[in-house]
């Protein structure tokens, strides 16, 4: 099989895998979908907070010289005018004028259309902008217009004089914020790649404007730390130096953080210097001063700005993409998810042996809720054998199964088996 059918095959186990189990669902599925939007069921929401929290903790919790903050996705019409996404953010559209179907000129070859296969069915592309429009309030005028928010940047940059006069903090020092993001992609495509409504997980670092360079090294080291952290490998992650005709409107320098993804190596995140574009232009705009008074000095200036900007979606398709494991077991195929284990959205799972006995099940009762209290993430698992139960938690990524035996009647102690080694140990309950 070639690389291409094997990584298509490898998407396709993990989209079933994540349905099957209750991680990802396709977005109003019961009325045939819509397309470009994915829910999550138990598992995947537990996945989902686990990455976002790990990033607070890291990102703003741990460090001294960031705060958070949580803005209103609607936001005054002002914002995206003056952050230039009303005028710029857009995609080059090309509809095919036999079978009608529409793409981003960009994403496809458009000498013959992807749909019909008819050749040069393609007129000249006209800009789509991709914001979600809607009307605030009952009155349904030009005045009452505000977009789903694109970015989560413009609700941290309409903060930062907030957060200053409110803490006064040195610079550098840096807002953050995590949430929803909407964009009317032309093509929503590759399960959760692109999708049309996502959240991201956003740093504005503000800087003295001749040291932006120490700020993106320290940023992009942070990057490589968070990669780390969620565990992708060094190997599957690249960085793309984007060419200065393909930066967003905004930035002056911008790395992409690329994954090999099964679908082919993507960007996962993006590290950009943003200068003082969003700041002088809520100035100009808003005619407010954005400027940061130096303490102890009489300097006055609008700071720069680095942007590390995460997708949580993305993220959370690598991390899948990387935990997704098939080895034999008893010369039987096994899959297992090899999640890092502070973000397994079960922690331990507890089996009595024998369902039919109850002073197992009693004990088992027990430990569990001893676990639960502990680590909250703990699943009950009594259906079928245990081969089966093991089964089940590897494809869930369960890092611990612990069972109860009639031993465990006798000495309190239990069998706790490793996801990945699937080596057995036997330990006291207190110890757990
Ligand atoms: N504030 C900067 C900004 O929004 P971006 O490169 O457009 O930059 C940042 O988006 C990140 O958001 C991307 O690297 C990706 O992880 C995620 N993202 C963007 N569009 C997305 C989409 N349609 N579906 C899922 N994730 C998306």
Redesign the pocket.
């Known amino acids: 099989m070639s690389d291409n059918n094997n990584s298509n095959e490898k998407m396709e186990l993990i989209v079933s895998l994540a349905k099957r189990r209750g991680f990802i669902y396709q977005g109003s599925e019961i009325y045939g979908g819509l397309s470009g939007t994915w829910d999550y069921g138990p598992l995947g929401v537990t996945l989902k907070r686990n990455i976002m929290n790990l990033w607070w903790k890291m990102f703003v919790d741990e460090r001294d010289d960031m705060y958070g903050v949580d803005a209103a996705i609607l936001m005054n019409q002002k914002v995206w005018q003056a952050s230039g996404h009303v005028d710029t953010f857009s995609d080059p559209l090309v509809e095919c004028s036999n079978c009608k179907s529409r793409f981003c000129a960009e994403k496809i070859d458009i000498s013959k259309c992807p749909t019909c296969g008819k050749e040069n069915s393609f007129g000249e592309p006209r800009q789509f902008n991709m914001m979600f429009k809607t009307h605030v309030g009952p009155v349904d005028d030009e005045s009452s217009v505000s977009y789903l928010r ?4 413009q609700g941290i940059f309409t903060n930062y004089k907030n957060v200053v006069d409110s803490f006064y903090p040195d610079l550098p020092f840096g807002i953050g914020q995590q949430g929803k ?1 909407f ?1 009317n ?1 032309i093509s ?1 495509r590759d399960f ?5 409504e ?1 959240e ?1 997980m ?1 740093i504005e670092y503000f800087v003295q404007p001749e040291k932006w360079e120490e700020s993106f090294e320290m940023w992009r080291k942070l990057v490589w730390d968070w990669c780390e952290v969620i565990g992708l490998s060094t190997e599957s992650v690249h960085e793309l130096e984007v060419p200065e005709n393909e930066r ?1 409107h905004y930035s002056k320098r911008t790395i ?1 953080f690329e994954f090999d993804f099964p679908i082919g190596r993507q ?4 590290l ?1 210097y943003r200068t003082d574009f969003d700041l002088a232009n809520i100035q100009r705009v808003a005619g407010k001063s954005m400027e940061y008074s130096e303490k102890g000095t009489n300097n006055k200036l609008i700071p720069h700005v680095i ?1 590390p ?3 949580v ?2 993220a959370l398709m690598a991390i899948l993409s990387s935990a997704y494991t098939e080895d034999e077991v008893n010369g039987e195929k096994r899959v297992f998810l090899k999640l890092p284990e502070n973000l397994a959205p079960v922690k331990y799972a507890v089996s009595p042996l024998l369902k039919n006995k109850p002073e197992l099940v009693a004990k088992a009762r027990e430990v569990y809720e001893i676990l639960k209290k502990k680590y909250g993430a703990v699943m009950w698992d009594d259906n079928g054998n245990i081969g089966k139960r093991y089964r089940r938690q590897d494809e869930i990524g369960t890092p611990n199964c612990v069972v109860i035996d009639f031993d465990s009647l006798e000495d309190n102690t239990v069998t706790i088996r490793n996801r990945d080694t699937t080596e057995q140990k036997r330990v006291a309950i207190d110890i757990l």
């Open positions: 694109p970015e989560t940047a993001a964009r992609e929503p959760i790649f692109r999708t049309r996502f991201q956003e967003a992409d960007e996962l995140l993006g950009a942007e900007s995460f997708g979606e993305r």
